[in-house]
Every structure is written in structure tokens, then in C-alpha cells.
């Protein structure tokens, strides 16, 4: 393969500072290498020290306001070689499984109203494919799991599931309901990716997503947000007032 | 589309079966935080504010007892201060935040009272 196809997109540091993740671009694809503190996976090192060791550097030289350039520049230059080196890792897996990859035909990308674009754009972007996979340590060396490109994903993104929302149901029934694609999303809100600044008929809210990495404690949140609703609470006690859920219907489909 | 109204019978679609998020109201909030004016970062502030707010924050977690709600991640990073300095509580997902709330109290009446203890010492003690 000619080397030129394979092209260094960079380095998103957006998940949150435990995690980021590595893209590159091959033949056409797109593939989003994790880089992740968890615990490690069977079959790998127990010590992930050569990966932990890429993210404390990166979370090193990002450890600034901004407002010397030098140290901007720093976290450019390195953050630039990170991905080269991850790059030269992972290049032969990518070689090795690109082809067995459909090419997926970009659609015509749909027109944002933001420069995030609605929740539903967000979640599900409609470009083209990007492979997942993670980086781990075998006997030291960096690698990439085994197989995570063939595994599915259940959980990514999926909506509450009938059992996650039993006891809720009827309360949801007395909150204004939105599809995902109304939901304009304007701000990143704090670490991390759960809450956004968003914009729904021209009215602003602040929008949380149930999507993979944050699942968990935004569904805990609903049924409490619901309960405080209902609570009729003092007008003196002062919760931002619940306004709504959204909702993707394609998840169900077929 | 067709495939949901399959699975409901209808012709509608149901937002019952594809939850993804929620939207609350928004506080236009002040630039300073309050985790900002515990931590010294805010500038002088008077001690009648802060008085005000340690008040405001119990007054709320009051109330949500009375319901039988728990706040759970109680912190200063989860109380915003808005444009008429009142106090709001936000993020009521669980979860714990030492040295606010220990592993031993989360998610409990006593983890709330012991981190609204401890935000209203730092908060009445800070700059």
C-alpha cells in the first residue's frame, strides 16, 4: 500500500482527561484508536503503563489556559507525535483489515444549524465509517485488542432500554416530548460530554445524553428529575425544573 | 417509523422506546462558581452572600428530604450561582465526591447533611 493513503488525523481529547482517542484516515476509512486507563482486558498486561504513560503526558501538556503560546505549541508539537507514534503501531492492523471493511459512500453531509449540529447528528453522524479500536499492552509492546473491530456494541448510544424506564413511564407521559434531530446542541458544558447548551424551537436548555460513556448517571438522573417534578417542592428551593425528554425512534427499527 | 409502529400497534411514534436524553431549564449562571469562591478564586465576596448561599443550598436539600429525594453528589462543582446570586443545585445522577461525600454515606440523608456541613464551612471560611 502506497503510504500516502494513510493519513495522521490527530488527537481528541474531548471523552475526558482518563481517555482520548488516536484517528487516522486508511484507504478511505476512518479509525478512532481508545487510549484508556480501565482495568485491562484478559489476555493483556495487567501493568498498562505504556499506555497510562501516553495519557499523562497528554494530559501534562494540555494542562494550560491557553494563553502562552509556547505552551500551546508544545502541546501541539506533542500531541502531533503522539498520534505519529501510535500511528507506526497500528498501521499494520489497519492494513490488514481495511479491506475486509465494506467502504461506506458518504452521504451528502446534512446541513448543521450549529457548529455541533442536533443531538441526533451528534450520536449518530451521518459520514462516513470510522473504525474503534483500542490500544493495549501484550508483554510490554503497545498493540491493538484482537478482534475489537469484528465485536459489536450493544450499549453505544442505545436509548433507555423498557426496563430502565419501568416506573418512570407514566411520569414521562406529563413532560413535552422531542425527537433527537429538534435538539440543537450550542455548548459542551463542563468535563466530559454529557451536558450540552441546546437550543429546541428556538427556546435554550441544557440538554443531557444518554450515550455510551455517561449512561449510567444520566438515566439515574431521569427518575429523581421526575420525582423532584412531582414534589411540588417550595418555590425557594432551587432545581433547574426538568422540561422534557427526547427521543430517537430509528433505534427500533427493523 | 414502520418498525415501531409494529411494535406498538399504532401509527404513531412512541417516545417510549427511544429515550436518549433530557432538557432542563437553564439557569443563566454568573461566571463565578461557587467552587470558584470556596477555592479563592473569586475575588472578595461578602460574607453575607455566602451566608445566603450556604441557606439557599440546605433550604433545597430541606425540601427534597421532606420528598424522600436525595441529591447524592453533593459538591460546590454541582451549585450554580445565577445572575440575581441565588443558589441552584444541579446533577442528581448519584455517584459520591470526597472529601464532600465518603464512600460510607453516598447516596444517603446523611451524606447530603455532611457535605452541606462541610460546603458551608468553606464556603464561610473562604476569602
Known amino acids: ?254 | 417509523m414502520d418498525g415501531l409502529a409494529n411494535l406498538f400497534g399504532l401509527g404513531l411514534i412512541t417516545y417510549k422506546k427511544g429515550v436518549i436524553g433530557f432538557v432542563l431549564e437553564k439557569i443563566p449562571a454568573k461566571s463565578t462558581a461557587l467552587v470558584q469562591v470556596i477555592q479563592g478564586r473569586a475575588g472578595e465576596v461578602p460574607s453575607s452572600l455566602k451566608e445566603k448561599w450556604a441557606a439557599q443550598i440546605e433550604h433545597t436539600v430541606a425540601e427534597l428530604h421532606k420528598n424522600d429525594i436525595i441529591w447524592g453528589d453533593a459538591k460546590p462543582e454541582n451549585v450554580i450561582i445565577d445572575e440575581n446570586d441565588d443558589a441552584w443545585l444541579i446533577d442528581f445522577g448519584g455517584g459520591f465526591t470526597p472529601p464532600w461525600v465518603e464512600l460510607e454515606n453516598q447516596e444517603s440523608r446523611e451524606g447530603d447533611l455532611l457535605a452541606l456541613a462541610r460546603i458551608r464551612e468553606k464556603l464561610l471560611s473562604s476569602p
Open chain 1, 1 to 254: 500500500m502506497a503510504s500516502e493513503e494513510f493519513v495522521v488525523l490527530g488527537i481528541d481529547q474531548s471523552i475526558d482527561e482518563y481517555a482520548c482517542t488516536s484517528s487516522y484516515k486508511y484507504n478511505g476509512r476512518e479509525f478512532s484508536i481508545l487510549l484508556c486507563d480501565d482495568p485491562s482486558r484478559p489476555g493483556y498486561d495487567e501493568k498498562n503503563d505504556v499506555v497510562e504513560g501516553y495519557l499523562e503526558k497528554i494530559y501534562d501538556v494540555s494542562a494550560h489556559d491557553g494563553a502562552n503560546v509556547e505552551d500551546s505549541f508544545r502541546q501541539h508539537e506533542y500531541l502531533q507525535q503522539a498520534a505519529r507514534e501510535i500511528g507506526e503501531i497500528v498501521l499494520p492492523l489497519l492494513r490488514e483489515i481495511a479491506p475486509s471493511l465494506p467502504i461506506a459512500e458518504a452521504p451528502p453531509p446534512e446541513p448543521k444549524l450549529s457548529e455541533m449540529g442536533t443531538v441526533e447528528q451528534f450520536l449518530y453522524p451521518n459520514d462516513q465509517e470510522s473504525v474503534k479500536l483500542q490500544l493495549v499492552a501484550l508483554n510490554g509492546r503497545l498493540t491493538l485488542v484482537e478482534g475489537h473491530h469484528l465485536a459489536s456494541i450493544p450499549d453505544k448510544d442505545k436509548p433507555m432500554t423498557p426496563e430502565e424506564m419501568k416506573g418512570i413511564e407514566a411520569d414521562l407521559d406529563t413532560i413535552p416530548k422531542f425527537e433527537a434531530s429538534e435538539v440543537l446542541l450550542t455548548t459542551l458544558y463542563r468535563g466530559g460530554m454529557s451536558a450540552f447548551g441546546a437550543s429546541i424551537r428556538g427556546e435554550e436548555y441544557v440538554c443531557k445524553i444518554i450515550s455510551n460513556f455517561f449512561r449510567d448517571p444520566v438515566i439515574a438522573e431521569l427518575p429523581t428529575l421526575l420525582k423532584i417534578r412531582k414534589a411540588n417542592l417550595d418555590p425557594e428551593a432551587r432545581i433547574p425544573e426538568l422540561r422534557g425528554v427526547y427521543f430517537h425512534h430509528q433505534q427500533f427499527q427493523a
